[in-house]
C-alpha cells in the first residue's frame, strides 16, 4: 500500500521557519522523482520545488527560490522542504508528491497535505 504522510506543518510569524517532511511506504523511494506542491484557498494546486531520484538536481517556484530548499534522504525513505524567511502568501495546504514514468506509465502518488499558516 502506497503511503506519502506529510508532518512539520503548523501556524508561524512571518519571517520564521518551518521544516515539512514527507516519509514515504510501499513504493520504492529511489526511483522516484519527488516534489512538494501547494494550495492555497481559493487557488489552484501549484508547484513549489522538485528533486530528481538521486538528489542530485532540483528546482523551485520563483516565488520561493533563494527561501526554500527541497532535499531527501533515500535511506529513510523521506523527502524534506525546509522553508525560510515565510510570508503570508505561503499560506497554503503543502502536499508531497512522488512521480516516476516508465514505459510509457505513469506512476503518481500524493500524500494528505498538511496546513502551512504564516501570519501575525
Known amino acids: 500500500q502506497v503511503q506519502l504522510v506529510e508532518s512539520g506543518g503548523g501556524l508561524v510569524q512571518p519571517g520564521e521557519s518551518l521544516r515539512l517532511s514527507c516519509a514515504a511506504s510501499?513504493?520504492?523511494?529511489?526511483?522516484?522523482?519527488m516534489g512538494w506542491y501547494r494550495q492555497a484557498p481559493g487557488k489552484e494546486r501549484e508547484l513549489v520545488a522538485t528533486?530528481?531520484?538521486?538528489?542530485?538536481?532540483?528546482t523551485y517556484a520563483d516565488s520561493v527560490k533563494g527561501r526554500f530548499t527541497i532535499s531527501r534522504d533515500n535511506a529513510k525513505n523521506t523527502v524534506y522542504l525546509q522553508m525560510n524567511s515565510l510570508k503570508p502568501e505561503d499560506t497554503a495546504v503543502y502536499y508531497c508528491?512522488?512521480?516516476?514514468?516508465?514505459?510509457?506509465?505513469?506512476?503518481?502518488?500524493w500524500g494528505q497535505g498538511t496546513q502551512v499558516t504564516v501570519s501575525s
Open positions: 510501499g513504493f520504492i523511494f529511489s526511483w522516484y522523482g
Open positions: 528533486i530528481t531520484s538521486t538528489g542530485g538536481m532540483s
Open positions: 508528491n512522488g512521480r516516476r514514468e516508465a514505459w510509457g506509465v505513469v506512476y503518481d502518488y
